[in-house]
DNA sequence: TAAAAAATTGACCATATGGTCAGGTTTTTC
DNA sequence: GAAAAACCTGACCATATGGTCAATTTTTTA
Protein backbone atom coordinates (compact mmCIF):
# COMPACT_ATOMS: atom_id res chain seq x y z
CA UNK A 1 0.00 0.00 0.00
CA UNK A 2 1.29 3.61 -0.49
CA UNK A 3 1.97 5.41 2.38
CA UNK A 4 -0.90 5.65 4.45
CA UNK A 5 -3.48 8.25 5.48
CA UNK A 6 -1.15 9.93 8.88
CA UNK A 7 -4.47 10.02 10.84
CA UNK A 8 -3.99 10.27 14.41
CA UNK A 9 -0.90 12.55 15.02
CA UNK A 10 -3.22 13.97 18.31
CA UNK A 11 -1.45 13.78 20.88
CA UNK A 12 -1.60 10.41 22.80
CA UNK A 13 -3.15 8.46 19.68
CA UNK A 14 -1.34 6.23 17.56
CA UNK A 15 1.07 3.19 17.83
CA UNK A 16 4.31 2.77 20.37
CA UNK A 17 6.56 3.38 17.47
CA UNK A 18 4.76 6.39 16.02
CA UNK A 19 4.51 7.82 19.61
CA UNK A 20 8.17 7.87 19.88
CA UNK A 21 9.16 8.60 16.25
CA UNK A 22 6.98 11.79 16.24
CA UNK A 23 8.22 12.96 19.57
CA UNK A 24 11.96 12.81 18.11
CA UNK A 25 11.30 14.19 15.03
CA UNK A 26 8.93 17.21 17.30
CA UNK A 27 11.75 17.55 19.01
CA UNK A 28 14.80 17.92 16.46
CA UNK A 29 12.55 20.23 14.53
CA UNK A 30 12.54 22.88 17.20
CA UNK A 31 16.43 22.95 17.18
CA UNK A 32 16.32 23.46 13.52
CA UNK A 33 13.27 25.78 13.27
CA UNK A 34 14.73 27.98 15.92
CA UNK A 35 18.38 28.37 14.18
CA UNK A 36 17.06 28.46 10.92
CA UNK A 37 13.21 29.95 11.41
CA UNK A 38 10.56 28.30 8.81
CA UNK A 39 12.21 29.26 5.29
CA UNK A 40 15.50 28.20 6.53
CA UNK A 41 14.65 24.67 7.95
CA UNK A 42 14.95 21.65 5.78
CA UNK A 43 13.25 18.56 6.34
CA UNK A 44 16.40 16.82 5.35
CA UNK A 45 18.24 18.21 8.52
CA UNK A 46 15.16 17.80 10.76
CA UNK A 47 15.12 13.96 9.67
CA UNK A 48 19.34 13.97 10.28
CA UNK A 49 18.85 15.46 13.61
CA UNK A 50 15.70 12.84 14.58
CA UNK A 51 17.72 10.04 12.93
CA UNK A 52 15.87 8.71 10.03
CA UNK A 53 15.46 9.00 6.06
CA UNK A 54 13.68 12.00 5.29
CA UNK A 55 11.09 9.81 3.51
CA UNK A 56 10.54 8.49 6.85
CA UNK A 57 9.87 11.92 8.28
CA UNK A 58 7.51 12.19 5.28
CA UNK A 59 5.12 9.14 6.60
CA UNK A 60 4.58 10.89 9.73
CA UNK A 61 4.23 14.42 8.37
CA UNK A 62 3.47 15.40 4.93
CA UNK A 63 4.79 18.70 4.96
CA UNK A 64 7.37 20.81 6.34
CA UNK A 65 3.95 23.00 7.52
CA UNK A 66 2.52 20.23 9.46
CA UNK A 67 5.85 19.69 11.46
CA UNK A 68 5.94 23.72 11.80
CA UNK A 69 2.50 23.48 13.36
CA UNK A 70 2.82 20.62 15.26
CA UNK A 71 6.38 21.93 17.18
CA UNK A 72 4.23 25.56 17.75
CA UNK A 73 1.50 23.57 18.99
CA UNK A 74 3.37 22.43 21.55
CA UNK A 75 5.49 25.64 22.57
CA UNK A 76 1.70 27.18 23.08
CA UNK A 77 1.45 24.95 25.83
CA UNK A 78 4.07 25.89 27.47
CA UNK A 79 3.67 29.76 26.72
CA UNK A 80 0.06 30.15 28.20
CA UNK A 81 0.59 28.15 31.93
CA UNK A 82 2.27 29.73 34.61
CA UNK A 83 -0.21 32.81 34.85
CA UNK A 84 -2.36 30.63 37.63
CA UNK A 85 -0.45 32.90 40.69
CA UNK A 86 -2.10 36.15 39.13
CA UNK A 87 -5.60 35.82 41.28
CA UNK A 88 -7.52 38.81 42.74
CA UNK A 89 -6.91 37.62 46.66
CA UNK A 90 -2.98 37.11 45.82
CA UNK A 91 -0.45 39.00 46.74
CA UNK A 92 0.58 41.41 43.64
CA UNK A 93 4.16 41.28 44.93
CA UNK A 94 4.67 37.63 45.29
CA UNK A 95 2.39 37.11 42.19
CA UNK A 96 4.23 38.90 39.94
CA UNK A 97 7.86 37.59 41.21
CA UNK A 98 6.44 33.96 40.64
CA UNK A 99 4.94 34.81 37.04
CA UNK A 100 8.79 36.27 36.25
CA UNK A 101 10.57 34.19 38.13
CA UNK A 102 8.64 31.26 36.06
CA UNK A 103 8.83 32.87 32.24
CA UNK A 104 12.40 33.15 33.49
CA UNK A 105 12.81 29.87 33.58
CA UNK A 106 11.09 29.07 30.39
CA UNK A 107 13.46 31.39 28.76
CA UNK A 108 16.51 29.64 30.42
CA UNK A 109 15.42 25.72 29.92
CA UNK A 110 13.87 26.17 26.27
CA UNK A 111 15.68 28.89 24.65
CA UNK A 112 14.28 27.27 21.26
CA UNK A 113 11.25 26.95 21.86
CA UNK A 114 10.82 31.02 22.52
CA UNK A 115 12.85 31.10 19.89
CA UNK A 116 10.58 29.49 17.35
CA UNK A 117 7.67 31.18 19.04
CA UNK A 118 9.76 34.77 18.57
CA UNK A 119 10.49 33.91 15.03
CA UNK A 120 6.63 33.10 14.24
CA UNK A 121 5.70 36.28 15.85
CA UNK A 122 8.50 38.22 13.77
CA UNK A 123 6.31 36.99 10.59
CA UNK A 124 3.23 38.36 11.59
CA UNK A 125 2.43 35.08 13.05
CA UNK A 126 0.65 33.89 9.99
CA UNK A 127 0.18 30.06 11.64
CA UNK A 128 -0.85 31.28 15.32
CA UNK A 129 -2.65 34.17 14.54
CA UNK A 130 -5.89 33.39 15.41
CA UNK A 131 -4.50 31.75 18.55
CA UNK A 132 -3.14 35.06 19.94
CA UNK A 133 -6.48 36.82 19.24
CA UNK A 134 -8.66 34.32 20.67
CA UNK A 135 -6.99 32.08 23.50
CA UNK A 136 -4.52 34.87 24.59
CA UNK A 137 -6.42 38.03 24.10
CA UNK A 138 -8.92 36.40 26.22
CA UNK A 139 -6.52 35.39 29.32
CA UNK A 140 -4.44 38.68 29.09
CA UNK A 141 -8.01 40.92 29.25
CA UNK A 142 -9.54 38.08 32.65
CA UNK A 143 -5.36 38.83 34.54
CA UNK A 144 -5.94 42.63 33.43
CA UNK A 145 -9.15 42.78 35.42
CA UNK A 146 -7.20 40.79 38.40
CA UNK A 147 -4.52 43.78 38.23
CA UNK A 148 -6.67 46.62 37.64
CA UNK A 149 -9.08 45.35 41.23
CA UNK A 150 -5.58 45.46 42.80
CA UNK A 151 -4.61 48.81 41.91
CA UNK A 152 -8.61 49.66 42.88
CA UNK A 153 -7.70 48.56 45.94
CA UNK A 154 -4.40 50.63 46.52
CA UNK A 155 -2.03 47.39 46.77
CA UNK A 156 -0.35 48.58 43.68
CA UNK A 157 1.06 51.57 42.14
CA UNK A 158 -2.03 52.58 38.62
CA UNK A 159 0.19 50.33 35.46
CA UNK A 160 -1.53 49.70 32.25
CA UNK A 161 -2.32 46.55 32.65
CA UNK A 162 -2.24 45.06 29.20
CA UNK A 163 0.55 46.78 28.50
CA UNK A 164 2.64 44.95 31.89
CA UNK A 165 1.77 41.65 30.39
CA UNK A 166 3.69 42.89 27.16
CA UNK A 167 6.36 44.92 29.25
CA UNK A 168 7.04 41.44 31.17
CA UNK A 169 7.16 39.32 28.02
CA UNK A 170 9.79 41.35 26.79
CA UNK A 171 11.81 41.57 29.48
CA UNK A 172 11.92 37.78 30.06
CA UNK A 173 11.83 36.54 26.38
CA UNK A 174 14.64 38.46 25.36
CA UNK A 175 17.48 36.64 27.47
CA UNK A 176 16.35 33.16 25.09
CA UNK A 177 15.57 35.37 21.68
CA UNK A 178 18.46 37.78 21.71
CA UNK A 179 21.08 35.73 24.04
CA UNK A 180 23.72 36.83 21.59
CA UNK A 181 22.75 40.09 21.98
CA UNK A 182 22.90 39.39 25.75
CA UNK A 183 26.30 37.65 25.63
CA UNK A 184 27.98 40.05 23.72
CA UNK A 185 27.05 43.09 26.05
CA UNK A 186 27.38 40.95 29.26
CA UNK A 187 31.05 39.68 27.85
CA UNK A 188 29.86 35.98 28.55
CA UNK A 189 30.24 33.41 25.46
CA UNK A 190 27.04 31.51 26.98
CA UNK A 191 24.41 32.51 29.92
CA UNK A 192 24.55 30.21 32.90
CA UNK A 193 22.71 29.50 35.71
CA UNK A 194 24.54 32.25 37.24
CA UNK A 195 23.50 35.11 34.63
CA UNK A 196 19.77 33.98 35.14
CA UNK A 197 19.75 34.66 38.37
CA UNK A 198 21.22 37.92 38.34
CA UNK A 199 19.00 38.58 35.36
CA UNK A 200 15.58 37.02 37.45
CA UNK A 201 16.74 39.32 40.45
CA UNK A 202 17.09 42.29 38.10
CA UNK A 203 13.77 42.23 36.16
CA UNK A 204 12.13 41.17 39.55
CA UNK A 205 13.27 44.44 41.33
CA UNK A 206 12.71 46.58 37.93
CA UNK A 207 9.10 45.41 37.72
CA UNK A 208 8.08 45.43 41.43
CA UNK A 209 9.88 48.73 41.99
CA UNK A 210 8.06 49.96 38.93
CA UNK A 211 4.81 49.11 40.01
CA UNK A 212 5.78 50.47 43.12
CA UNK A 213 5.77 47.02 45.21
CA UNK B 1 32.85 44.21 -20.57
CA UNK B 2 30.92 41.79 -18.26
CA UNK B 3 29.74 42.71 -15.24
CA UNK B 4 32.31 45.15 -13.84
CA UNK B 5 33.98 45.31 -10.37
CA UNK B 6 30.93 46.64 -8.00
CA UNK B 7 33.69 48.48 -5.83
CA UNK B 8 32.83 51.51 -4.25
CA UNK B 9 29.45 50.41 -1.94
CA UNK B 10 30.62 52.93 0.37
CA UNK B 11 28.08 55.61 1.03
CA UNK B 12 28.83 58.84 -0.75
CA UNK B 13 30.78 56.89 -3.56
CA UNK B 14 29.31 56.04 -6.90
CA UNK B 15 27.74 57.88 -9.99
CA UNK B 16 24.60 59.62 -9.52
CA UNK B 17 22.30 56.46 -10.74
CA UNK B 18 24.55 54.49 -8.63
CA UNK B 19 23.46 56.63 -5.55
CA UNK B 20 19.90 56.42 -6.24
CA UNK B 21 19.22 52.31 -7.37
CA UNK B 22 21.37 51.51 -4.42
CA UNK B 23 18.77 53.50 -1.95
CA UNK B 24 15.80 51.80 -3.95
CA UNK B 25 17.45 48.49 -3.14
CA UNK B 26 18.28 49.38 0.41
CA UNK B 27 15.07 50.40 1.08
CA UNK B 28 13.38 47.24 -0.74
CA UNK B 29 15.15 44.74 0.42
CA UNK B 30 14.37 46.04 4.38
CA UNK B 31 10.95 45.42 3.68
CA UNK B 32 11.37 41.75 2.11
CA UNK B 33 14.29 41.00 4.56
CA UNK B 34 11.90 42.13 8.07
CA UNK B 35 8.98 39.78 6.49
CA UNK B 36 10.74 36.43 4.82
CA UNK B 37 13.74 36.50 7.23
CA UNK B 38 17.20 36.14 5.00
CA UNK B 39 16.17 32.66 3.66
CA UNK B 40 13.02 33.40 3.13
CA UNK B 41 13.59 36.72 1.39
CA UNK B 42 14.22 36.30 -2.54
CA UNK B 43 16.21 38.39 -5.29
CA UNK B 44 13.62 38.43 -7.28
CA UNK B 45 11.06 40.29 -4.99
CA UNK B 46 13.32 42.58 -4.11
CA UNK B 47 14.12 43.22 -7.20
CA UNK B 48 10.60 43.85 -7.95
CA UNK B 49 9.72 45.86 -5.17
CA UNK B 50 12.92 48.01 -6.22
CA UNK B 51 11.52 48.25 -9.53
CA UNK B 52 14.16 46.36 -11.58
CA UNK B 53 15.07 43.32 -13.25
CA UNK B 54 16.63 40.90 -11.23
CA UNK B 55 19.87 40.33 -13.12
CA UNK B 56 20.21 44.75 -12.46
CA UNK B 57 19.87 44.15 -8.62
CA UNK B 58 22.96 41.64 -9.33
CA UNK B 59 24.97 44.37 -11.25
CA UNK B 60 25.21 46.28 -7.63
CA UNK B 61 24.85 43.70 -5.35
CA UNK B 62 26.50 40.72 -6.26
CA UNK B 63 25.05 38.22 -3.76
CA UNK B 64 21.92 38.44 -1.20
CA UNK B 65 24.27 38.34 1.54
CA UNK B 66 25.98 41.31 0.03
CA UNK B 67 22.72 43.28 0.41
CA UNK B 68 22.01 41.59 3.20
CA UNK B 69 24.85 43.30 4.83
CA UNK B 70 24.40 46.78 3.72
CA UNK B 71 20.66 46.27 5.14
CA UNK B 72 22.49 45.69 8.67
CA UNK B 73 24.94 48.34 8.23
CA UNK B 74 22.57 51.09 7.98
CA UNK B 75 20.42 49.85 10.61
CA UNK B 76 23.47 49.12 12.83
CA UNK B 77 23.99 52.94 12.45
CA UNK B 78 20.37 53.63 13.87
CA UNK B 79 20.84 51.47 16.78
CA UNK B 80 24.31 53.07 17.69
CA UNK B 81 22.71 56.78 18.27
CA UNK B 82 20.61 58.14 21.40
CA UNK B 83 22.71 57.19 24.24
CA UNK B 84 23.79 60.82 24.09
CA UNK B 85 21.51 62.04 26.50
CA UNK B 86 23.17 59.48 29.23
CA UNK B 87 25.98 61.81 30.36
CA UNK B 88 27.53 61.96 33.93
CA UNK B 89 25.86 65.36 34.72
CA UNK B 90 22.73 64.88 33.58
CA UNK B 91 19.39 64.24 35.52
CA UNK B 92 19.34 60.55 35.27
CA UNK B 93 15.32 60.89 34.77
CA UNK B 94 15.30 63.30 32.14
CA UNK B 95 18.13 60.93 30.58
CA UNK B 96 16.56 57.63 31.07
CA UNK B 97 13.08 59.22 29.63
CA UNK B 98 14.54 60.97 26.04
CA UNK B 99 16.39 56.98 25.89
CA UNK B 100 13.13 55.78 26.00
CA UNK B 101 11.46 57.91 23.73
CA UNK B 102 14.35 57.93 21.34
CA UNK B 103 13.94 54.15 20.91
CA UNK B 104 10.17 54.18 21.11
CA UNK B 105 10.24 56.53 18.37
CA UNK B 106 12.69 54.13 16.39
CA UNK B 107 9.85 51.48 16.88
CA UNK B 108 7.01 53.53 15.54
CA UNK B 109 9.14 54.90 12.38
CA UNK B 110 11.44 52.12 11.40
CA UNK B 111 9.60 48.87 12.59
CA UNK B 112 11.04 47.18 9.39
CA UNK B 113 14.72 47.73 10.66
CA UNK B 114 14.24 46.62 14.03
CA UNK B 115 12.79 43.40 12.90
CA UNK B 116 15.57 42.21 10.01
CA UNK B 117 18.00 43.24 13.52
CA UNK B 118 15.95 41.32 15.70
CA UNK B 119 15.67 38.59 13.32
CA UNK B 120 19.19 38.66 12.75
CA UNK B 121 19.82 38.23 17.05
CA UNK B 122 17.53 35.87 16.67
CA UNK B 123 19.43 33.60 14.66
CA UNK B 124 22.71 33.93 16.44
CA UNK B 125 23.71 37.34 14.72
CA UNK B 126 26.30 35.08 12.56
CA UNK B 127 27.34 38.87 10.27
CA UNK B 128 26.74 40.74 13.14
CA UNK B 129 28.37 39.27 15.76
CA UNK B 130 31.62 40.98 15.77
CA UNK B 131 30.17 44.32 16.15
CA UNK B 132 28.19 43.42 18.98
CA UNK B 133 31.25 41.86 20.75
CA UNK B 134 32.65 45.16 19.47
CA UNK B 135 31.44 48.43 19.22
CA UNK B 136 28.22 47.74 20.77
CA UNK B 137 29.96 46.13 24.11
CA UNK B 138 32.38 48.81 24.38
CA UNK B 139 29.23 51.52 24.08
CA UNK B 140 27.36 49.54 26.94
CA UNK B 141 30.58 49.43 29.39
CA UNK B 142 31.21 53.10 29.14
CA UNK B 143 27.40 54.41 29.87
CA UNK B 144 26.71 51.27 32.42
CA UNK B 145 30.04 53.45 34.04
CA UNK B 146 27.47 56.95 34.01
CA UNK B 147 25.00 54.66 35.54
CA UNK B 148 27.08 52.91 38.13
CA UNK B 149 28.36 56.78 39.03
CA UNK B 150 24.87 58.04 39.06
CA UNK B 151 23.66 55.24 41.46
CA UNK B 152 27.04 55.95 43.72
CA UNK B 153 26.18 59.57 43.96
CA UNK B 154 22.65 58.01 45.57
CA UNK B 155 20.96 59.86 42.43
CA UNK B 156 18.56 56.43 41.45
CA UNK B 157 18.19 53.43 42.63
CA UNK B 158 21.03 50.88 42.89
CA UNK B 159 20.23 48.63 39.67
CA UNK B 160 22.96 46.09 37.07
CA UNK B 161 23.44 48.69 34.28
CA UNK B 162 23.81 46.62 31.53
CA UNK B 163 20.60 44.17 32.86
CA UNK B 164 19.21 47.73 32.42
CA UNK B 165 20.08 48.06 28.96
CA UNK B 166 19.06 44.58 27.83
CA UNK B 167 15.45 45.73 29.39
CA UNK B 168 15.37 48.88 27.83
CA UNK B 169 15.86 47.43 24.66
CA UNK B 170 13.40 44.36 25.09
CA UNK B 171 10.96 46.65 26.34
CA UNK B 172 11.37 49.41 23.25
CA UNK B 173 11.87 46.85 20.36
CA UNK B 174 9.15 44.50 21.30
CA UNK B 175 6.71 47.01 20.45
CA UNK B 176 8.10 46.57 16.66
CA UNK B 177 9.22 43.43 16.56
CA UNK B 178 6.36 41.75 18.16
CA UNK B 179 3.87 43.92 16.89
CA UNK B 180 1.45 41.42 16.00
CA UNK B 181 1.24 39.78 19.18
CA UNK B 182 1.03 43.43 21.00
CA UNK B 183 -2.12 44.07 18.51
CA UNK B 184 -3.60 41.40 19.29
CA UNK B 185 -4.02 41.39 23.21
CA UNK B 186 -4.31 45.16 22.96
CA UNK B 187 -7.35 44.35 19.99
CA UNK B 188 -6.44 46.92 17.25
CA UNK B 189 -5.27 45.81 13.97
CA UNK B 190 -2.44 48.19 14.21
CA UNK B 191 -0.54 50.46 16.17
CA UNK B 192 -1.06 54.17 15.50
CA UNK B 193 0.21 56.84 16.85
CA UNK B 194 -1.60 57.01 20.14
CA UNK B 195 -1.37 53.51 20.92
CA UNK B 196 2.65 54.17 20.75
CA UNK B 197 1.87 57.29 22.62
CA UNK B 198 0.62 55.19 25.63
CA UNK B 199 3.22 52.80 25.14
CA UNK B 200 6.16 55.21 25.59
CA UNK B 201 4.07 56.90 28.51
CA UNK B 202 3.89 53.14 30.02
CA UNK B 203 7.51 51.94 29.50
CA UNK B 204 9.06 55.53 31.19
CA UNK B 205 6.86 55.03 34.24
CA UNK B 206 7.86 51.45 34.44
CA UNK B 207 11.53 51.17 34.19
CA UNK B 208 11.36 55.21 35.96
CA UNK B 209 9.83 54.28 39.18
CA UNK B 210 11.95 51.09 38.92
CA UNK B 211 15.26 53.03 39.12
CA UNK B 212 13.30 54.90 41.79
CA UNK B 213 13.48 58.17 39.78
C1' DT C 1 1.11 -18.45 12.40
C1' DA C 2 -1.04 -16.16 8.74
C1' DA C 3 -3.17 -12.04 7.35
C1' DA C 4 -3.42 -7.19 7.95
C1' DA C 5 -1.64 -2.97 9.37
C1' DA C 6 2.10 0.02 10.30
C1' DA C 7 6.59 1.51 9.38
C1' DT C 8 10.77 2.05 6.46
C1' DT C 9 13.49 3.33 2.55
C1' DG C 10 16.19 4.62 -1.81
C1' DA C 11 15.28 6.38 -6.12
C1' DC C 12 13.15 9.87 -8.33
C1' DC C 13 10.81 14.37 -9.84
C1' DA C 14 9.31 19.28 -10.20
C1' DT C 15 10.15 23.61 -8.95
C1' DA C 16 12.15 27.69 -7.01
C1' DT C 17 15.86 30.47 -6.78
C1' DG C 18 20.66 32.46 -6.62
C1' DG C 19 23.67 33.62 -9.79
C1' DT C 20 26.04 34.15 -14.74
C1' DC C 21 26.79 36.08 -19.18
C1' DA C 22 27.03 38.22 -23.63
C1' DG C 23 25.44 41.79 -25.92
C1' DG C 24 23.04 46.16 -25.96
C1' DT C 25 22.04 51.14 -24.42
C1' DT C 26 22.82 55.25 -21.95
C1' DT C 27 25.74 58.50 -19.67
C1' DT C 28 30.04 60.62 -18.83
C1' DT C 29 34.54 62.21 -20.11
C1' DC C 30 37.99 64.63 -22.76
C1' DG D 1 31.40 64.02 -31.09
C1' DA D 2 33.93 59.94 -30.33
C1' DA D 3 35.87 56.92 -26.99
C1' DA D 4 35.28 55.05 -22.54
C1' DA D 5 32.92 54.02 -18.69
C1' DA D 6 28.76 52.96 -16.45
C1' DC D 7 24.50 50.88 -16.69
C1' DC D 8 20.83 47.62 -18.26
C1' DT D 9 18.65 43.22 -19.57
C1' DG D 10 16.67 38.65 -21.32
C1' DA D 11 18.05 34.16 -21.63
C1' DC D 12 20.19 30.73 -19.38
C1' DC D 13 22.21 27.36 -15.84
C1' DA D 14 23.25 24.71 -11.53
C1' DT D 15 21.71 23.49 -7.37
C1' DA D 16 18.95 22.81 -3.36
C1' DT D 17 14.99 21.17 -1.56
C1' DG D 18 10.05 19.77 -0.70
C1' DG D 19 7.60 16.13 -1.80
C1' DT D 20 6.18 11.38 -4.22
C1' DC D 21 6.14 6.50 -4.87
C1' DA D 22 6.54 1.60 -5.22
C1' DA D 23 8.62 -1.98 -3.08
C1' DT D 24 10.12 -4.11 1.28
C1' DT D 25 10.39 -5.12 6.18
C1' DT D 26 8.64 -5.03 10.78
C1' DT D 27 4.95 -5.13 14.04
C1' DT D 28 0.39 -6.06 15.46
C1' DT D 29 -3.80 -8.62 15.44
C1' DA D 30 -6.92 -12.53 15.70
Redesign the interface.
Known amino acids: MTAAAPVPREDGRGGRIRQQQEGAILQAAEQVFA ?6 ATMAEIALRAGLPKSNLHYYFGTKAEVYRAVLGHILRLWLAETDSITPDADPREALGHYIAAKMRLSAERPDAS ?1 VF ?2 E ?5 PEI ?1 DY ?2 GE ?2 AL ?1 ADKAQVIEGWIAEGRM ?1 P ?2 P ?6 L ?3 T ?3 A ?2 E ?3 C ?4 RTALGPDDYR ?2 TA ?2 Q ?3 L ?4 L
Open positions: RAGFQGRANLLHGAGLRLRVAVDVHLFISWALQTYDFTQVAVLGRAHVALVRGCG
